[in-house]
């Protein structure tokens, strides 16, 4: 079912919108959602630091001038959606919220704060009806393993997730996007190219996430993050989780080859009946054309592509089912999954 | 451990070799590990289809006259080389062994005949004692994650592979290697490119690997080749696996997530321990420094690159854990294997 459509009434309220870290790849794309989606605004502020303010970036046609952000930024904003990082959302959040605004934050700064949801539309909008004043939007791969994942779950649980991931430039930025760009453009002239956003080079190359690694257990800040944001979300702790982060030369869409063991027994035909038809899933798991989920095609579309179904050979019980998934780490991994927060605030 | 040292003594007699496939991405590399290994050739027949016949190749700086492959082309011939798929293999070997010549072949045509050896030198290379006439090297992805974990194996039996690949272009042979540079140029530069060699577009996508889908298992061939061949190498036909092959827009080495579930416990620190000084290996596990395996570090390099050593937190009895590798798939996994393989025949 296309999660795309857009999930608030015609005739809501229009809101004081407020974006924090407007010219950045996801804040360009959460702009372009409140068009597209027809997001009732009835006022935008676009927020970035010092060196953007002055500039304008479209919306609805009309230039809008980007504003430095400061502490007093907020005042009459109903809506905050938060893209700037970690670090801003911690300083700024406090002021938007102290404003009267609600915050949307799409950094990790709030997302495993106990008081905080962290939510996906499609598997937890019931945490909006306490009116929180702050909402966390999960890190991109948690969003876009969850999503297919959670009608499974909720039929019959998921006790084990085993993960690897293949994630695009956009994860990094704008500017990780530009270096896959520039770095490849000079790998085929025969040109030196040295990394300036990623540490290592990008080029028809791939490396291990560039999140920190824990010492203590080896994994990375973006495995970390995946699996503890993925219990909290399906509000299960006992999943039994582990997950290798990738860095891959793609511009925008993540992908994730998953393998799930189930509590009961579980077949490819039952995994196909569960998810045909769900909220932001859309099956792409043609085997007799050797079509399945790739960026290219996730690529700008809000649903999560799913295919590549089958039952684990690795697990003779049956409990285990194999599956491969795209989806547009910009949109559903970030803009599209915070501006459909925001629908449900209405 | 440098697994490039050559295995061949100093005083080997001199052999009469052929290159069966010697204008393909792998046979250019044969000629090239003949020539770093100093090979003990006495001379170098290089066979291809009649569109090349005529043309040379370089071989220790002289020309080489390439010759259209016939039945006749294995006489005096000591060593034959296939590398020219399966179908050239099953046609011709039979010439070759009759007419003399061992032959070590690259193509599947014959790695699960249960009379034909399937060599990594490293694992079973007493299978050669027998002096067999046809000697099958095995898929690229089954020899880069068996290096590595066949000491893991000896030492505390793994019983359960868990796999996603990140799989070159060169697997698909030079032609798919020319076309991730040129479809990426043309993105670069806006143009349209319809692809020739690959089933999708491949500029800065990945999709699942372009062998074909088995109806019954949803495994494609590739996937099947990994778990069957990884299986034969080990001479353990109990393992359970499963795998995700993934064709990724990387040009020549391949990486490999591995899960592997052991029969006992087993620490990161055993791991390392294991692998420290393994024939064919070398670690790369730099945590501090968030340095490991890498295609563009594997490429050109005969050793499988192992790293991202850690306890799989999925499993609590601590019997599993999670790496990551990265081998040249036209080095270890083709071309050098096999000429590893002849050089253990001398």
Redesign the interface.
Known sequence: MNAASPQHSRNAKPRAVAIVGATGAVGVEIIKCLEDRKFPVQSLRLLASARSAGKTLPFRGQPVVIEALTAESFKGVDIALFSAGSGISKEFAPHAVKAGAVVVDNSSAFRMNKDIPLVVPEINAQLLADRPSIIANPNCVAIIACVPLWPIHKHNRIR???A?S?QAASGAGAAAMAE??DS??AY?EGREYKPKVL???YA?????H?A??D?V????GEELKF?EETRKIFGDQQI???I?A?R????RAH?I?L?IECEKTIT?AETRALLVGAEGVKLVDD??N?Y?????DASGQGDVLT??????????TGK?I?L?VAGDQLLKGAALNAVQIAERLL
């Open positions: 084990r997730i085993i690897a293949y896959l760009r490849t453009q085929l540490p290592h080079p028809f190359n791939l490396f291990s560039n920190s690694v010492p257990t080896g994994y990375n699996m039994a989780m582990t290798t990738v891959v030369p793609v511009l992908a080859a393998t490819p085997q007799a050797n399945f989920p790739m960026p290219l295919g590549r179904i089958r039952q684990d050979l690795s697990d003779p285990t194999s491969f």
